[in-house]
Every structure is written in C-alpha cells, then in structure tokens.
C-alpha cells in the first residue's frame, strides 16, 4: 500500500488527489511541521530536503516531490487515465505545462510563502514578496491565457494530473489574492477540478 506522508494545505494535495482519481488504497501520515516533525531524522529518510510531502511506495522506496509524484503515480496506473502515454502527441503540452507550473510558479509561491529566507536583510522580505506576487501574477497569465485558447483543461477537454497540479496551486491565494476575478480561466479549470468526487475526498482532510 501506499503511503503518503502530508500536512494540511501543502503541496501532498495535488498527490493525494491523483490517489483518490486511481482509486487505490493508501494510508495518510500526517507530518507535525509545526512541530518541526519534518527535520527530524525519520523524516529526512524518506525526503532529505524535509518537505511536504514523501511518498512511501508499497515495496518501502521513498519518494519526494509533488509534481514528480503526480507524474509517477499517474504513469504507473494508466487505467485512471491521468496522463498521457508517453507516444501520444499530448505528452508533449502535458509535460510543458506541468513543467511550467512546478518549475515557475510552485517556486514564486514557495518566496512568498517563506519570504524570510530568500533574503540576508530584515529589511528585504517586503521586497522578496512583491517580487514573489508579481511572478505569481505574470505566471497564472500565461496559463489563464492557454486556457483561454485551447481550455477548459490544460489539454484542452482533456482532463489530467496536470489539472490537478494547477488546482492545488490555485488554492494557495495568499499569493494572488485577486487570482478568481483576473483570471477566470484559471478559476473555471479550479472550479471543474474541485466538482470531481476524488478532490472532494482529498479536500476533506486539508
Ligand atoms: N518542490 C517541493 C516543495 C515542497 C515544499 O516546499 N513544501 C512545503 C509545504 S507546501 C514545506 O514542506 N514547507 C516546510 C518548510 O519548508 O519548512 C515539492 O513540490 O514537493
């Protein structure tokens, strides 16, 4: 069985999504990060980054990274239709956008997140996070425009773990607080994901 070690909110909800989309069992193991659970030793066995969230696949290998997770999981239960294959010409915008979403605004959300630590200077958090906001924004642009020509998915009425992925971005809105009313086609994609019973599940516990 599966185990997906999450905390509330964070990036484990976009692999936690795509477990309840395949309809395999898996076991949830919350992480105490407010108590630093995910530094300590155990933890850093199955992430050495000490982040949220780790996979611990059914024959014990660990795994990190939300997106790399999604990606994984999707590809290793095609039934679920998540991805697709590797021949298939839509791999090609699939892994673009994927890509696009963990390597550009995944990154921007996490400096405004955690402003503190991009900078040396007490002073320099502000300007940290209004760098971070201004990427987020120019970021959800470039998506909610594809969307706008190609949508409501991102591959086209084609549903995937990437849609997952930018749903789970779409909730952290500290980041772009006006995100629903200037990018509607982020919000409908948002809002199609959030309406499937798998997200529903997920959402339960987050
Ligand atoms: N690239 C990583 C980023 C994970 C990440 O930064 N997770 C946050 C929660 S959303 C975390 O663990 N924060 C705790 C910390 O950095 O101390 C991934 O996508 O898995």
């Not at 642009?141 to 749903?167: M, N, T, W």
Request: a neutral charge; one cysteine or more.
């Amino acid at each position: 069985m599966y185990t997906l070690h999450y905390s509330p909110g964070a990036a484990s909800m976009a692999p936690q999504a795509v477990l309840e989309e395949i309809g395999t069992q898996f076991r949830l193991q919350k992480v105490d990060t407010a108590n630093g659970e995910h530094q300590q030793a155990a933890y850093l066995k199955l992430n050495p980054a000490g982040k949220i969230p780790a996979l611990t696949l059914p024959d014990g290998t660990a795994m990190a990274e939300s997106a790399g997770i999604c990606i994984f999981l999707a590809d290793r239960h095609p039934e679920a239709g998540l991805a697709p294959a590797a021949t298939d010409p839509a791999r090609v915008p699939y892994l673009q956008w994927f890509m696009h979403l963990t390597n550009t605004l995944q990154p921007a959300d996490l400096r405004f997140y955690y402003a503190d630590r991009y900078t040396t200077e007490e002073t320099g958090v502000a300007g940290v996070r209004a760098s971070a906001i201004a990427e987020v924004a120019d970021t959800w642009g470039r998506v909610d425009r594809h969307l706008a020509q190609k949508g409501p998915y991102l591959l086209g009425e084609r549903f995937s773990a990437a849609d997952i992925f930018c749903f789970m971005l779409s909730t952290w809105q500290d980041s772009c607080p006006d995100l629903n009313s200037r990018f509607p086609h982020i919000k409908k994609l948002a809002d199609l994901v959030a309406a499937r019973p798998a997200v529903q599940r997920m959402l339960k516990t987050n």
